[in-house]
């Protein structure tokens, strides 16, 4: 797998924001189909959100439509999550990889929310 990295995470209170952002070397985020996932202890890992990437398309799971946001800047090759009104149930390690499932995936980046 390529390597992603994640960035941007970090400890807010409920109701904040943070600012999540994924890049890589190798020219990925701007030709595949991304998306951002989450795993919180003792869970199983679950989508959050994707951009496709012909279509421009984006999903969202239905526990963060309308405080989420995926957007991608192709100068820069880089993926974002922009979350807004956290709550604790967001807390969890977020990762970013292609939706394909094996091209690139990033070591994640936690986000606590309390």
């Known amino acids: 797998d390529v390597q992603l990295v994640e960035s941007g995470g970090g400890s807010v209170q409920d109701g904040g924001s943070l600012r999540l952002s994924c890049s890589t070397a190798?020219?990925?985020?701007?030709?595949?189909?991304m998306g951002w996932f989450r795993q919180a202890p003792g869970k199983s890992r679950e989508a959050v959100a994707a951009?496709?990437?012909?279509?421009?398309?984006?999903y969202y799971d239905d526990s963060v439509k309308g405080r989420f946001t995926v957007s991608r800047d192709n100068t820069k090759d880089t993926l974002y999550l922009e979350m807004n009104s956290l709550k604790t149930e967001d807390t969890a390690v977020y990762y970013c990889?292609?939706?394909?499932?094996?091209?690139?995936r990033g070591q994640g980046t936690q986000v606590t929310v309390s």
């Open positions: 990889a292609t939706v394909d499932g094996h091209t690139a």
């Open positions: 190798g020219n990925i985020v701007s030709r595949y189909c």
């Open positions: 951009y496709y990437r012909g279509s421009r398309d984006t």
